[in-house]
């Protein structure tokens, strides 16, 4: 179950979440002091019914402090525990190894003196046969943190007192410490999902099960923050009264202005329309959600906005825009794609100049420690081990963006190549056409399934480069090689590929995707196709089956299973839906070629076990591995693209000339399925005579 007697576990990464979570613990834990005495002080001449909302609203604040704490500390231990659980199944498999040798040797020496006794009497071989390390793989370590904090009251709600004081100088006292703690509150929350998510890159061996501590300290924070805003707009509201004592009915009337938006979405658009560089800039460093305001409008809003700069102001604003905001408009649908991708570039551009900056000096940083370090034979390890870790941090970083700089560079004679998302998500994510998105009469999505991430970039450009040339053979066309959601790694570095949570994310960043290219390209209405394989299969079905996504053609290649509640093509959104799929066989047994994989996604599944080739789900299937002559070469594995192996995307297969068959709009010339009936193996397994159900 692991490949070469590796598991995916990095110690450190799981030692920098213990220290990560450790650190949030002890801060938010220390605050408690300080913040209950900033209640008592505000408390000081504060009466009526608005004193009490507060004082209540204190008290679930020390509860959920001590929850989220509790649950820090309490994460901490079982990421210790499953540290501790990875090196007792490193040590097995080590130990397996080294068996697995030896037996190896004695059977070399058993081919020429076959006694049965040797290995229980020969000291060579240390009791061979009776101290064979155990088969059974340590138990995969779980984590979970199921908590949710309390609801603040913040109305007097017809409360039977008439009118509520206070006093505003002791008011805005509190509201400076709240702030200082929010603040430390959001720093740890920051430090700890940059930990959370490099260990569920690099440790994927442990599951996780319901995990809400996150969520319930980014709420606990939103709390922090609107009981400052509270508090300090009642502060204000007594000043200007003079006399500290107001009705609960003026007091009962900010409640809505604490949830407003600072601006409405037209405020925003026109803002932004108007300001200059300094301005622009300073407007999003004040006030952040403003990008989320952004990047939640309907895409035709912003197209219809940003074609209108044009006209009432100048050009010259749109490139003040994306030149100042270039990561906010990069990745903000509904911007045409030739914008985007300058956007985008320059984002990675700086990048990768930063990181290659802090490379530098973290080099200069180690020779000058080596340096100091004189003669003491300890000095230097204590010295350049945090060193060496954060290189390796930086320099998986940079070659990610490397990655994607080198996959944006079109070969000789290709298509140009635009950058249309790229967000700062670890590792980030990123989709990039290949062809003109902005002009093309025929567009294809292509999504990433199991492994992707853009740690492969090249390849799954490649592979969409490979499909791209299939289409452009047939006008003029775009290709995108998406890969905009966090995909689930193969069993058993992870389990996520048998559930939908990735999936039913992937799907709505999809739908996004596709609401942009229809808000830019709309009226000339272009061919849309959306083209799956893998898990991508799963996540695309959620897209397309929301109800104001609709495309031309949805392809699914080698599904690992759609979601459970689509039992039908009929029920996506695409005027025609295929699919094609290559003998199911098992995984490093089977010795003839097939999809070892897609079938397990589906058999295992908690919620995507509908497979798409079946006869009433009623998809049109095409052939992959009919081996019929002229019709290309048989899928042999469940990869897009393999060395060894003929995938789904390898030109000359039968499954990618049939692909383009359907996208340059010719259906009729695909090849037929054909059911290859079980393997050599798979018979031995059924028996003499045994049906054989596929």
């Given at each position: 179950?692991?490949?070469?007697?590796?598991?995916?576990?990095?110690?450190?990464?799981?030692?920098?979440?213990?220290?990560?979570?450790?650190?949030?613990?002890?801060?938010?834990?220390?605050?408690?002091?300080?913040?209950?005495?900033?209640?008592?002080?505000?408390?000081?001449?504060?009466?009526?019914?608005?004193?009490?909302?507060?004082?209540?609203?204190?008290?679930?604040?020390?509860?959920?402090?001590?929850?989220?704490?509790?649950?820090?500390?309490?994460?901490?231990?079982?990421?210790?525990?499953?540290?501790?659980?990875?090196?007792?199944?490193?040590?097995?498999?080590?130990?397996?190894?080294?068996?697995?040798?030896?037996?190896?040797?004695?059977?070399?020496?058993?081919?020429?003196?076959?006694?049965?006794?040797?290995?229980?009497?020969?000291?060579?071989?240390?009791?061979?046969?009776?101290?064979?390390?155990?088969?059974?793989?340590?138990?995969?370590?779980?984590?979970?943190?199921?908590?949710?904090?309390?609801?603040?009251?913040?109305?007097?709600?017809?409360?039977?007192?008439?009118?509520?004081?206070?006093?505003?100088?002791?008011?805005?006292?509190?509201?400076?410490?709240?702030?200082?703690?929010?603040?430390?509150?959001?720093?740890?929350l920051e430090a700890l999902r940059t930990a959370?998510?490099?260990?569920?890159?690099?440790?994927?061996?442990?599951?996780?099960?319901?995990?809400?501590?996150?969520?319930?300290?980014?709420?606990?924070?939103?709390?922090?923050?609107?009981?400052?805003?509270?508090?300090?707009?009642?502060?204000?509201?007594?000043?200007?009264?003079?006399?500290?004592?107001?009705?609960?009915?003026?007091?009962?009337?900010?409640?809505?202005?604490?949830?407003?938006?600072?601006?409405?979405?037209?405020?925003?658009?026109?803002?932004?329309?108007?300001?200059?560089?300094?301005?622009?800039?300073?407007?999003?460093?004040?006030?952040?959600?403003?990008?989320?305001?952004?990047?939640?409008?309907?895409?035709?809003?912003?197209?219809?906005?940003?074609?209108?700069?044009?006209?009432?102001?100048?050009?010259?604003?749109?490139?003040?825009?994306?030149?100042?905001?270039?990561?906010?408009?990069?990745?903000?649908?509904?911007?045409?794609?030739?914008?985007?991708?300058?956007?985008?570039?320059?984002?990675?551009?700086?990048?990768?100049?930063?990181?290659?900056?802090?490379?530098?000096?973290?080099?200069?940083?180690?020779?000058?420690?080596?340096?100091?370090?004189?003669?003491?034979?300890?000095?230097?390890?204590?010295?350049?081990?945090?060193?060496?870790?954060?290189?390796?941090?930086?320099?998986?970083?940079?070659?990610?963006?490397?990655?994607?700089?080198?996959?944006?560079?079109?070969?000789?004679?290709?298509?140009?190549?635009?950058?249309?998302?790229?967000?700062?998500?670890?590792?980030?994510?990123?989709?990039?056409?290949?062809?003109?998105?902005?002009?093309?009469?025929?567009?294809?999505?292509?999504?990433?399934?199991?492994?992707?991430?853009?740690?492969?970039?090249?390849?799954?450009?490649?592979?969409?480069?490979?499909?791209?040339?299939?289409?452009?053979?047939?006008?003029?066309?775009?290709?995108?090689?998406?890969?905009?959601?966090?995909a689930p790694v193969s069993p058993p570095g992870?389990?996520?590929?048998?559930?939908?949570?990735?999936?039913?994310?992937?799907?709505?960043?999809?739908?996004?995707?596709?609401?942009?290219?229809?808000?830019v390209r709309g009226p000339e209405n272009p061919?849309?196709?959306?083209?799956?394989?893998?898990?991508?299969?799963?996540?695309?079905?959620?897209?397309?089956?929301?109800?104001?996504?609709?495309?031309?053609?949805?392809?699914?290649?080698?599904?690992?299973?759609?979601?459970?509640?689509?039992?039908?093509?009929?029920?996506?959104?695409?005027?025609?839906?295929?699919?094609?799929?290559?003998?199911?066989?098992?995984?490093?047994?089977?010795?003839?070629?097939?999809?070892?994989?897609?079938?397990?996604?589906?058999?295992?599944?908690?919620?995507?076990?509908?497979?798409?080739?079946?006869?009433?789900?009623?998809?049109?299937?095409?052939?992959?591995?009919?081996?019929?002559?002229?019709?290309?070469?048989?899928?042999?594995?469940?990869?897009?693209?393999?060395?060894?192996?003929?995938?789904?995307?390898?030109?000359?297969?039968?499954?990618?000339?049939?692909?383009?068959?359907?996208?340059?709009?010719?259906?009729?010339?695909?090849?037929?399925?054909?059911?290859?009936?079980?393997?050599?193996?798979?018979?031995?397994?059924?028996?003499?005579?045994?049906?054989?159900?596929?």
């Open positions: 179950m692991h490949a070469g007697g590796i598991i995916a576990f990095d110690h450190s990464t799981a030692k920098a979440l213990i220290t990560a979570l450790e650190t949030a613990d002890e801060r938010v834990h220390r605050q408690s002091m300080e913040w209950s005495d900033a209640v008592n002080t505000a408390m000081d001449e504060f009466q009526g019914a608005y004193s009490r909302l507060f004082s209540n609203n204190a008290a679930n604040e020390q509860r959920d402090r001590s929850d989220v704490c509790f649950h820090l500390s309490n994460v901490a231990r079982q990421v210790e525990y499953a540290q501790e659980d990875a090196r007792a199944e490193e040590e097995r498999l080590a130990a397996v190894a080294d068996w697995e040798q030896r037996y190896a040797a004695w059977q070399g020496d058993a081919d020429s003196d076959p006694s049965w006794w040797t290995p229980f009497t020969d000291p060579q071989y240390g009791g061979l046969m009776i101290s064979r390390p155990s088969q059974t793989p340590t138990k995969l370590p779980t984590i979970q943190a199921d908590v949710a904090v309390r609801d603040r009251d913040r109305i007097s709600s017809g409360s039977g007192d008439a009118v509520s004081s206070g006093s505003p100088l002791n008011l805005r006292s509190f509201v400076a410490i709240a702030e200082r703690c929010n603040g430390i509150v959001e720093e740890e959370w998510s490099s260990f569920r890159n690099d440790c994927s061996w442990v599951i996780i099960e319901t995990f809400t501590l996150f969520d319930a300290l980014a709420q606990y924070l939103e709390h922090g923050r609107l009981e400052a805003h509270w508090i300090s707009k009642i502060a204000d509201a007594f000043e200007v009264a003079g006399t500290g004592v107001l009705t609960n009915e003026v007091l009962d009337a900010l409640a809505p202005a604490l949830h407003a938006t600072a601006m409405s979405n037209t405020q925003l658009l026109r803002t932004l329309a108007t300001s200059d560089r300094e301005q622009l800039a300073k407007l999003m460093n004040s006030s952040p959600a403003l990008s989320n305001q952004l990047h939640l409008m309907d895409p035709g809003t912003i197209n219809s906005w940003w074609n209108r700069l044009a006209d009432t102001h100048s050009s010259d604003q749109q490139t003040t825009l994306w030149e100042t905001l270039p990561e906010i408009f990069g990745n903000l649908e509904g911007i045409p794609y030739t914008i985007r991708d300058q956007a985008n570039r320059q984002v990675l551009k700086r990048n990768i100049r930063e990181l290659n900056s802090h490379l530098s000096s973290l080099a200069s940083e180690r020779r000058e420690a080596l340096q100091n370090a004189g003669h003491s034979p300890t000095r230097p390890q204590s010295v350049l081990l945090p060193i060496f870790a954060e290189e390796r941090e930086l320099n998986a970083q940079l070659e990610i963006f490397e990655q994607i700089n080198r996959s944006i560079q079109a070969e000789d004679g290709q298509a140009p190549r635009q950058l249309i998302s790229l967000t700062n998500d670890q590792p980030p994510l990123a989709a990039i056409s290949i062809g003109d998105l902005d002009t093309a009469t025929n567009v294809t999505y292509s999504v990433a399934g199991m492994n992707s991430s853009t740690k492969t970039m090249e390849s799954w450009t490649d592979s969409t480069q490979n499909i791209h040339d299939e289409v452009h053979a047939g006008g003029d066309a775009a290709t995108v090689a998406w890969i905009g959601y966090g992870s389990l996520g590929v048998l559930h939908n949570d990735m999936a039913e994310a992937g799907g709505d960043n999809l739908a996004k995707a596709l609401r942009g290219l229809d808000a061919q849309v196709n959306v083209m799956a394989h893998s898990y991508g299969t799963t996540t695309a079905a959620f897209a397309i089956s929301q109800p104001d996504i609709a495309v031309d053609n949805l392809i699914l290649v080698g599904s690992a299973g759609l979601p459970d509640h689509i039992r039908n093509a009929e029920e996506l959104n695409a005027d025609t839906v295929y699919a094609g799929h290559a003998r199911d066989v098992y995984p490093y047994i089977d010795s003839d070629g097939g999809d070892q994989w897609a079938w397990m996604g589906r058999d295992f599944s908690s919620g995507h076990g509908v497979n798409p080739m079946d006869d009433d789900f009623e998809a049109m299937t095409f052939g992959t591995d009919s081996e019929a002559e002229g019709v290309g070469d048989p899928v042999a594995t469940h990869s897009a693209r393999d060395d060894d192996a003929t995938g789904y995307y390898e030109r000359h297969s039968e499954s990618l000339r049939n692909i383009g068959y359907i996208l340059r709009g010719e259906p009729e010339e695909m090849s037929d399925h054909v059911e290859k009936g079980p393997t050599m193996f798979q018979r031995s397994l059924l028996g003499p005579g045994a049906p054989y159900a596929p």
